[in-house]
């Protein structure tokens, strides 16, 4: 038993119990709010998170960590890490969103993926404008003195993103060496961490979060970075103590012996659901005068504990003769949604008693705490006879399974090569096809029948043919823009992943289940509970109403295997290669549909195949292998006839350019505009010699470009694409887009095609 157990939080969600954050976004985006009216919501979302882990009894909470955006965006404000476009604009929250979302003559930061989990980062830029830094914390301050205020200096616990995080997921601009680049910032960013944590220690909290999740990466190049700033920027804290978080990922021998040698780092916090942190404890132990942060529950899940695997890990932490020890979540707790306790369908299920969401794992948190202590645990009894039952009641049905285990080499295999069957497809395309990526705006029209259906306002037969009008709508909107492969437009799809999971055996949907992706966007993922199959098919009857009113190509639209297994929360009990698999024999049988409904492109979506690669070299190729294979299982099928595409977005794709390759898709639709053609460079070192879409204009923003800027960009693609390679798309689906703008932006594409394909022959001479 450990001589002091306490509990903690690294946070909490943002948008709210019910996305009130989300909609006031978008109200003051919209112009229907003032920014005092913004701020009013978010304090209130803020601190009904505060009182709901008051009322568990967490005695660590993290406060300062709200955010309007994203809190890497945030922190690149208050430091003022501003690229030279927007150096003109005031301080404060209005340039933080022209740098998330571009403004007329500044395009928007570009966006990434956060470590390996589906939130979206804004990725600061350092341009040669940036010579000194102007930080300014004053909002920052003000929501600390609020928490302190209301939860008291020793359980209101600061979060600060640290120095090296902030210098690793920057972008520079400048030519020359990243790292010496890095160590250049780090020096600009050392003397106001210093002021930031003196002043932070003399508010009289008690513990200060610096949140370095940058020493999860096993980059020799950060080791340097980490010892020119710590313990450098500790100097004046008094007895503030610290708290060095990291979360998703091990963080290596390096990292953690280093880290031992801090004396004035007073609490460690590692992530025990991921990566082996517990083989570094138990190889060289723990210093008796700092606390073990124990990210013991899975922050990034909706699963409820499993005593049978938390109580282990538990006990060999005991076994270290710690002084003080913190249970909390792996991480913030962002990553889940709110509270299971409006989810009546959910907690009646079968699955609901294994279920627990952000709510729920804050009682866990404290349960686990008092097994600490050495107490029972009415909650962790009853949780291992949840899982118990729950595991009884799966499927004892085989097929699947050894439908997946019989799979041969031509199950993942096109039955005619690239140069072949691409002479077959879609003939009479002119150079430099243009389409888009799926999507169209979601108008109230279409929410508004959505919600009607679900009253049972409208029959299902009134829905669809309403659906059919919008579809109508759509095809002839780019009938008239001059596109030359068409896409039905999503009307009748909520969102890519939670669409198709609706439709498959074994997932299970909340109502209220949401969590932040980036913004004000929110995404509802399914859960997986049982073995996937598909009982009928899904995309064919808006297939066909769109493409019997055209005689252009019309793309069907899907999403790929590790997409829907990446966006939704996965069983526990199985690989998730498993799932992959067997959702990929289910895309399998809707390609060969849309191909006997008469589809001649169809689209098959991978945009988080990069995102979830493990952070370690070693388990990387193995992740790439079964991701890979799951795709070519569901594409593999289709006949050479058949132009498959893909599309990719929003991650760093050059340490896995040989896989992308392998997946063998005709044309891969690839985010670029925020990417400065790093990319697209990227495809041409391998000689990437399949179709490329690489997105022309950055959807995410409200801008609308013009011809002569999608005509440069469109030239130099030229300049690492062959001719007959090149598609010309946006960056992603338009959903989100209002009508006004996603038409002229498209025409304007549509333009800037036409100029330079009139201009091949010279640009070729």
Known sequence: MVAAVTTGCLGFGRMGPNRELKFALEKHWRGDIDEEKLLEVAKNVEESAWDLQVDAGIDKIAVGDFCLYDNVLQWAEWLGIIPSRFSHMEQGTGRMFAMARGIDGAEALSMKKWLTSNYHYMVPEVDQSLKSLTPNFTSYFQDINRAISKLGANKATPVVIGPITMARFCSFKCEGNTDLQRFALLDLLIPVYKELLTKLSQTGVTEIQIHEPALVFAESSLSPLFKQAYPSILGSI?????????????????????????????????????????????????????????????????????????????????????????????????????????????????????????????????????????????????????????????????????????????????????????????????????????????????????????????????????????????????????????????????????????????????QNGWVQS?????????????????????TTREFEVAQKQTKKPVKGMLTGPVTILNWSFPRVDISRREQAMQIGLAIRKEITDLEKSGCMVIQVDEPALREAMPLRNSQKEEYLKWTVDSFRLATAGAKSETQIHTHMCYCEFADCMEAIDRMDTDVNSIENARSDNATLRAFRDIGYGKGLGPGTYDIHSPVVPPVDFIEKKLKSFLECVEVENLVVNPDCGLKTRAWPETIAAIKNMVEATKIVRANLDIMQN
């Open 518 to 538: 980036f913004g004000s966007r929110c995404v509802r993922p399914p859960i997986f509970w049982n073995d996937i199959s598909r009982p009928a098919a899904m």
């Open 238 to 510: 008094g007895n503030t103590s610290i708290n060095m978080v990291s979360f998703f990922e091990d963080i290596g021998e390096e990292n953690y012996t280093w880290l031992l040698t801090l004396k004035d780092i007073k609490v460690i916090t590692l992530d025990f659901t991921r990566g082996d942190n517990l083989s570094l404890v138990n190889k060289y132990g723990f210093p008796k005068n700092v606390t073990l942060g124990a990210g013991i529950i899975d922050g990034r899940s909706i699963w409820k504990i499993d005593p049978r695997k938390a109580l282990p890990i538990l006990s060999e932490l005991s076994k270290l003769n710690l002084t003080s020890l913190r249970i909390q979540a792996s991480s913030s707790l962002q990553f889940a949604p709110w509270s299971l306790s409006c989810e009546a369908d959910l907690i009646s299920h079968t699955t609901g008693p294994v279920l627990a969401f952000s709510e729920q794992k804050l009682a866990e948190i404290v349960a686990l705490g008092e097994v600490a202590r050495g107490k029972p645990s009415p909650l962790l009894d009853g949780a291992k006879k949840a899982w118990t039952k729950y595991q009884a009641a799966l499927s004892a049905d085989q097929t699947i399974s050894k439908r997946i285990a019989s799979l041969t080499e031509a199950d993942f295999t096109r039955a005619e090569v690239y140069s072949v069957r691409r002479k077959k497809q879609l003939p009479g395309l002119p150079p430099l096809p243009t389409t888009t990526i799926g999507s169209f705006p979601q108008t109230k029209e279409i929410r508004s029948l959505r919600n009607q259906l679900k009253k049972n306002k409208i029959t299902k037969e009134e829905y669809n043919a309403s659906i059919d009008k919008q579809i109508s709508f759509m095809i002839g909107i780019q009938e008239a823009l001059g596109l030359d492969i068409f896409v039905h437009g999503e009307p009748e799809r909520t969102d890519m992943v939670e669409f198709f999971a609706q439709q498959m055996d074994g997932m299970l949907f909340s």
